[in-house]
């Protein structure tokens, strides 16, 4: 199920088209998954939400790709979007992540979803040591 | 502001002291910020909390210390928890983020948010290869 | 999958029957939707709600039919539910949503998204000047 | 900091008295508190929320009162409203609740949070015999 | 689809057994559900995640069963996990939830994120009288 | 409080006083807000969002410029983001939101909360007719 009919030809799309050869240029596949598939109803759309992918996820820079790609997880779990947790799990084993890293990311996942809910449930005031907007911090 | 009223001698509590003294031992500093003063209210919830923090964040393990923190951050800030997100990003910073890191964390972050959102719109359907349960997957 | 088992015959009900008679003559439709045969499990649940949904979204008011329905895809995508999603694009697009319409309906909740987690992880400070509540404002 | 100005006199607005001197009459207190006071910038709104919150919360049904504001704590919690966390928790005092009661809840709250990422995380299949609309079920 | 292929022989593990076994103690069924299935996938998330749910939800204590699981579902609402829900609400049932207080508790749910938006919308500042850490509160 | 301390002379970067320029040009103002402030610790991530912004944003397209205000305004109250919430609300009144578009966009948004809870409550199944990908939708 989703809210748009997928497009038959979408490749007919100049503009799509180049979106797709560069997608399959930089990942070194033939796979274009349906993410980019359906984001392709509108060229501008498409083009804007991949030239910002391969900006922060496909190029080398200060955090190491499988991070990265944890750390998509981990919002994508809290964001509760079933599509990219799929998309980003299977991108993450495909950099490497073993079985422990997966059990330790859900871990933290886990706590952290529940210390988020104790400290909102009990409205606890932030420690003037944690504000880095402090005069003198 | 908060929903408990802060108390005047918690470690007249043998169990609130013991926690606190496994934290001041555990991270090498005399400083107990808000969140284990406020749980101290109930002395089990303290203890469970803590032992957890404790075996999933202090203890070497797969992922490296400040990754644990940054993921922790990531999933803060998309359960929205102000006091949890001033926490841990004192705390990535006391194991050594910088700048440049942080920057990129809230770039990755943006990112997912926002394709969260797209995938959550379309209702992307999910590729079949990125089923782990399929048969022959 | 659903909570609920389906009622065979919702309408020997007389308080379903009349709230399915008027989102019939309302909508001009004899289609109802799941949304509306599952809340009848309960008939004060189905009424009020769909009391609600006909003064809020059936009746003419500032604010233009199709910007309602975008509105409500908005909200639906940000809380993550897909039944809604579903239910008011296709509502937004019988009342007239082009595809145009539609991508930049997703660029802005995918925009929104984005600055929406940026600002919570810089816990930016709201300015003054956005305080309607200030004295002088 | 609010999005809107308090308004000065507010009862000299008819409908809005009358729906002030129902909240003090149904509390049984002269306290208005500040969410009906901003709600009040549009009677229709005022009317309408103050009606359901009447009906819901205080009405005898098969719900005690305790459990319903404990239920709208657990809410509000996890959609994060600082303000509807401060405000049902003062009324579940208010009607009984217990420190013991309270540590339990948020027990509870949090390992439902803890166990929702879990399950998101691994996106586990819904169990067949939770599935009340299954033929048979 | 989940993220994590079904293993074919889990017992065969007998930290996964023990668990199991005490599942069904506790329980009295044979049924192991999903949920306990997938988190098998590594024995410590296993125990550590069983240990919390049968201290917090099979042990006796001030907040009776059935209210503990609508406080669940309430959360899994919130938090948008269809498993989750689907999961507790069964277990609700199985504890003597009937189709009024199922009913109830959905009206409660609803409204509470009807007015945590409003709250929201509006910054509605907290009263001073429900600030319990105020001086004097 | 924020995580980030206030830089003294932000402009002194040239990257950041380009940036600074352009809001100014496009908003024929001298007001900058804090969430841009903020963001000029990283001059990438200033302006890769700046110009997001102002590609969607203030760019005349189909959606109204109040519209896209309101919709910002909806998404920002669903993800809870309060600088948002602020910000958004203010420029939508400077685009001539009024009392009586305000008050119908929340209750908007609240009924949208309301059944979004209702139908993730009762995983209430998508009609076939909604789904844009079936054959012959």
Chains 1, 2, 3, 4, 5, 6 share one sequence.
């Not at 992918?53 to 779990?77: F, H, N, Q, R």
Request: proline residues 4%; aromatic residues 8%.
């Amino acid at each position: 199920m989703s809210t748009l009919a997928p497009i038959a030809d979408l490749e007919s799309n100049p503009r799509v088209k180049a979106v797709f050869d560069d997608i399959r240029a930089t990942r070194q596949t033939d796979f274009i998954n349906n993410m980019w598939r359906y984001l392709a109803f509108d060229a501008g759309l498409l083009e804007q939400t991949w030239a910002e992918v391969k900006a922060v996820m496909a190029t080398p820079s200060e955090i190491d790709p499988l991070t990265k790609e944890m750390l998509y997880i981990a919002v994508s779990i809290a964001n509760n979007c079933g599509y990219c947790v799929h998309s980003h799990t299977a991108a993450a084993r495909a950099k490497g992540m073993g079985e422990g890293q997966y059990a330790e990311l859900l871990k933290i996942v886990a706590l952290a979803a529940k210390t988020n809910h104790l400290a909102t449930a009990l409205q606890v005031p932030v420690d003037t040591c944690f504000d880095a907007g402090a005069p003198g911090a």
